[in-house]
């Protein structure tokens, strides 16, 4: 099981990288949304993209309409932004863009394994 961490702050793709790995996912990481998408094209099997909003040169909301719209990827990956952009517009525009799950930064591994059971995706115990 592969996950994508996209985060341009490394601190925070090391922590959440290391949530998931205990969780039982092969890590990959990317710093921002153009980097999001050439993993994913060489990782179409990716089960899960964890994603900031803010990043320079490809946002996590440009990322994520451009992932949604190329079906070739031949992958349907959840998408759980994980994010300071916690207003109620925010939140929509990302959900109706084809994010399936939200956490706001600060976060914890409970709120990312309670997210992660939520949309049906494997937590190997650790
Ligand atoms: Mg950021």
Do not use: C
Not at 47 to 56: E, G, I, R
Not at 102 to 123: A, N
Request: proline content about 4%; glycine content about 8%; overall charge negative.
């Amino acid at each position: 099981m592969k996950a994508l961490v996209v985060d341009d702050a490394k601190v925070v793709r090391v922590t959440l990288g290391r949530i998931m790995k205990q969780i039982g996912y092969e890590v990959l990481e990317a710093a921002d949304g153009a980097q999001a998408l050439e993993q994913m094209e060489a990782n179409p099997d990716t089960a899960v993209v964890m994603l900031d909003w803010n990043m320079p040169v490809m946002n996590g909301y440009d990322f994520l309409v451009e992932l949604r719209g190329r079906p070739e990827h031949g992958s349907d990956p959840k998408v759980i932004m994980v994010t300071t952009e916690t207003g109620m517009g925010q939140m929509l525009k990302a959900l109706a863009a084809g994010a399936d799950e939200y956490i706001m930064k600060p976060f914890d591994k409970d709120m990312v394994v309670s997210k992660m059971e939520i949309l049906g995706l494997e937590v190997a115990e650790g």
